[in-house]
């Protein structure tokens, strides 16, 4: 055995699965095909948001509140600062389906919230003008991760706890049989107990049965400057999504004091890839007119030109939520994937239910809505 576990793909839930693995003292080796923290994939560009009230549904909430002790271990392991819980709002209409998921969070949870309206909205967040019947919802547990740092804090503490990472390897095919699971990478075989795949967008490569509900999309980001970037400081603008029949939007304080950013909310593609290997990164400015017409309507103190643009991109199931557990159908496997443009601020706890699943073969946190299974033609 080269160990008793492998993780496929050490970018965030990778990284995240071999800290977890290896301050439980389990031997784990990590393939990666590009560098550590690149920006080649999911995981780049400078900040992802975290929310507790959660537009995707209340079932999430305990998992969030657990990936926020996660991420506080993680700072407290790492000695890095990860997470920066500023606040986050949710705006619209009462009547919004997202906007009705998220009060049924707050309700259902209790969690510690504010609902502003009118003068007192205007007031506290004078950069968000609403529109007639529309509130503004502060989620108190809500605010940004710096995505980059996260995956190499993760990744060095596990390598600090003696685990092995494999850099620029690809892993060429993944065999399971009674004497464990092989892994073919770097033109050497390699023999494991357990793997976890955590392929992010290449997942049906490395487990071609999950083709038919699988997809890549591209996520487009964008950095604006302001009239008066001092209004979009962390501690003045708290992360938002804005969501309504003529914009999704989403956006997160400056962090270097000069840009804003601002994109879709991810759950709205910008198009699919055929090849996550031939991404076209080049970004055009159609790509970008809804959303530079719905900065300029919504938020009038931005200058609504981007002098930022990158695309990115993330692995989708057709149901929008990830797939994570055992491979059906096989206990040495276990996957993490599909996390559909919504898994960064999870990763650190879907660190741990991988970790679970692989030493207890169980986890108790409540996973039953991402079951793999519920996808039956991607049986292995
Ligand atoms: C632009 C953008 C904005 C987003 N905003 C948010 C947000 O604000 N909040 C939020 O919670 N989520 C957000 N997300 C979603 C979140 O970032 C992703 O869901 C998450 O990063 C996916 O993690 P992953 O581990 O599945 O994929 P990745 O982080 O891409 O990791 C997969 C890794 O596997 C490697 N790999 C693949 N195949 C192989 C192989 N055969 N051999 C070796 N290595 C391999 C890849 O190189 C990569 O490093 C956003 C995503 C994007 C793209």
Same mark, same amino acid.
Not at 233 to 258: K, M, Q
Not at 359 to 365: D, P
């Given at each position: 055995?080269?160990?008793?576990?492998?993780?496929?793909?050490?970018?965030? &839930?990778?990284? &995240?699965?071999?800290?977890?693995?290896?301050?439980?003292?389990? *031997?784990?080796?990590?393939?990666?095909?590009?560098?550590?923290?690149?920006?080649? *994939?999911?995981?780049?560009?400078?900040?992802? /948001?975290?929310?507790? /009230?959660?537009?995707?549904?209340?079932?999430?909430?305990?998992?969030?509140?657990?990936?926020?002790?996660? %991420?506080?271990?993680?700072?407290?392991?790492?000695?890095?600062?990860?997470?920066?819980?500023?606040?986050?709002?949710?705006?619209?209409?009462?009547?919004?389906? *997202?906007?009705?998921?998220?009060?049924?969070?707050?309700?259902?949870?209790?969690?510690?919230?504010?609902?502003?309206?009118?003068?007192?909205?205007?007031?506290?967040?004078?950069?968000?003008?609403?529109?007639?019947?529309?509130? &503004?919802?502060?989620?108190?547990?809500?605010?940004?991760?710096?995505?980059?740092?996260?995956?190499?804090?993760?990744?060095?503490?596990?390598?600090?706890?003696?685990?092995?990472?494999?850099?620029?390897?690809?892993?060429?095919?993944? *065999?399971?049989? /009674?004497?464990?699971?092989?892994?073919?990478?770097?033109?050497?075989?390699?023999?494991?107990?357990?793997?976890?795949?955590? /392929?992010?967008?290449?997942?049906?490569?490395?487990?071609?049965?999950?083709?038919?509900?699988?997809?890549?999309?591209?996520?487009?980001?964008? %950095?604006?400057?302001?009239?008066?970037?001092?209004?979009?400081?962390?501690?003045?603008?708290?992360?938002?999504?804005?969501?309504?029949?003529?914009?999704?939007?989403?956006?997160?304080?400056?962090?270097?004091?000069? &840009?804003?950013?601002?994109?879709?909310?991810?759950?709205?593609?910008?198009?699919?890839?055929?090849?996550?290997?031939?991404?076209?990164?080049?970004?055009?400015?159609?790509?970008?007119?809804?959303?530079?017409?719905?900065?300029?309507?919504?938020?009038?103190?931005?200058?609504?030109?981007?002098?930022?643009?990158?695309?990115?991109?993330?692995?989708?199931?057709?149901?929008?939520?990830?797939?994570?557990?055992?491979?059906?159908?096989?206990?040495?496997?276990?996957?993490?994937?599909?996390?559909?443009?919504?898994?960064?601020?999870?990763?650190?706890?879907?660190?741990?239910?991988?970790?679970?699943?692989?030493?207890?073969?169980?986890?108790?946190?409540?996973?039953?809505?991402?079951?793999?299974?519920?996808?039956?033609?991607?049986?292995?």
């Amino acid at each position: 055995m080269d160990a008793e576990v492998a993780v496929i793909g050490v970018g965030t &839930m990778g990284s &995240m699965a071999m800290w977890q693995l290896a301050r439980r003292g389990v *031997s784990v080796v990590g393939f990666e095909q590009f560098g550590i923290g690149h920006d080649r *994939s999911a995981a780049g560009g400078e900040s992802r /948001a975290f929310r507790t /009230a959660y537009l995707e549904g209340s079932e999430y909430v305990p998992l969030l509140q657990e990936a926020k002790n996660q %991420w506080v271990e993680l700072e407290k392991d790492s000695g890095s600062h990860l997470l920066t819980l500023n606040g986050g709002l949710m705006i619209g209409n009462e009547t919004n389906p *997202s906007m009705r998921n998220i009060l049924q969070c707050i309700k259902e949870f209790k969690l510690d919230h504010e609902v502003l309206e009118g003068e007192s909205a205007r007031k506290r967040y004078p950069q968000h003008p609403l529109r007639s019947g529309e509130l &503004m919802v502060l989620d108190k547990q809500a605010g940004f991760i710096k995505p980059e740092l996260s995956v190499l804090a993760a990744a060095r503490k596990a390598e600090e706890l003696g685990s092995k990472i494999y850099r620029y390897s690809r892993v060429e095919s993944v *065999s399971t049989h /009674a004497g464990g699971v092989t892994v073919v990478a770097n033109n050497q075989t390699y023999l494991f107990e357990k793997v976890v795949i955590t /392929a992010g967008p290449w997942l049906d490569y490395v487990l071609p049965n999950y083709k038919e509900n699988f997809e890549v999309n591209r996520l487009l980001l964008a %950095w604006f400057a302001a009239k008066d970037i001092n209004l979009f400081t962390p501690e003045r603008f708290p992360i938002f999504v804005r969501l309504n029949d003529e914009i999704n939007l989403f956006g997160v304080p400056t962090l270097d004091g000069n &840009m804003v950013k601002l994109a879709p909310v991810t759950g709205h593609g910008d198009g699919l890839i055929q090849d996550p290997d031939n991404v076209d990164r080049n970004v055009r400015v159609e790509d970008l007119k809804s959303l530079i017409d719905g900065v300029a309507k919504y938020l009038p103190d931005i200058i609504p030109e981007p002098i930022r643009v990158s695309a990115y991109m993330d692995g989708f199931t057709t149901d929008h939520h990830p797939v994570v557990g055992f491979a059906p159908e096989h206990e040495n496997v276990v996957v993490l994937g599909g996390f559909s443009g919504h898994g960064f601020k999870m990763a650190p706890v879907m660190g741990k239910i991988a970790a679970d699943l692989v030493i207890n073969g169980r986890t108790q946190h409540h996973i039953q809505h991402l079951n793999p299974n519920r996808f039956t033609s991607a049986k292995i």
